[in-house]
């Protein structure tokens, strides 16, 4: 797959290249129920949401934390790169319904290297980087801490996703989650 932009896919070999394409190609934003494109709000997100494909957010260089997490995720498996998906957020049953309500869920990814475990940022830009830490518990917890912090201090779950279903809405990829976190002991890292 080769798409336009300063860094092109078949390029990815490493974390930092990772980075760097996501720099290069994909901006925060969304595409709606009605393929509007939404680019830097959220808006009627939680009425008009969907999750988008692969070749979906390359065409459109959008992406909200779940599809860039997704996008990363896909391209460290591009380039051999140990890598799992998470999600923090504050959490939701079944019976929310509040479409105004502002989201307060986070997708990020951590990359495993030598050694090593790495967080590669670019969905939240106050904190576009790679940051190093000694394990994933460490990872965790700083991440986790620095969105407990941003939602008033409300303990968040930490869920691990193993892929993003295509064109669910976000009530839909809540349940996704909330039925993941059935499967998984999860622990709130405050």
């Known amino acids: 797959m080769n798409i336009g932009g300063i860094m092109k896919i078949n390029n990815v070999k490493t974390k930092e290249d990772i980075l760097d394409f996501m720099k290069s190609n994909i901006k925060y934003g ?3 129920i009605y393929g509007e494109k939404h680019e830097n709000t959220m808006i009627n997100f939680r009425k008009l949401y969907r999750t988008s494909s692969i070749e979906e957010i390359l065409e ?3 992406g ?3 599809e860039q997490v997704n996008l990363m995720h896909y391209l460290c498996d591009i380039a051999n790169l140990d890598s799992k998906m998470y999600v923090t957020r504050i959490y939701e049953d079944e019976n929310t319904n509040h479409t105004e309500d502002d989201v307060y869920m986070h997708c990020f ?3 495993f290297e030598n050694n090593k475990v790495y967080h590669i940022e670019h969905q939240n830009f106050e904190k576009i980087g790679i940051y190093e830490y000694k394990n994933e518990e460490e990872a965790i ?7 407990v912090k941003r ?3 409300v303990s968040r779950p930490i869920t691990i996703i193993k892929e993003v279903p295509v064109g669910i809405n976000f009530k839909e ?3 996704y989650i909330n039925n993941l976190d059935e499967k998984q002991q999860n622990k709130c890292y405050n």
């Open 64 to 66: 909200t934390c779940i």
């Open 141 to 147: 917890k700083t991440i986790n801490k620095y969105y």
């Open 173 to 175: 990829f809540h349940r």
């Open 151 to 153: 939602s008033g201090g």
């Open 109 to 111: 990814i951590l990359v």
């Open 30 to 32: 969304w595409i709606d």
């Open 60 to 62: 459109s260089k959008l």
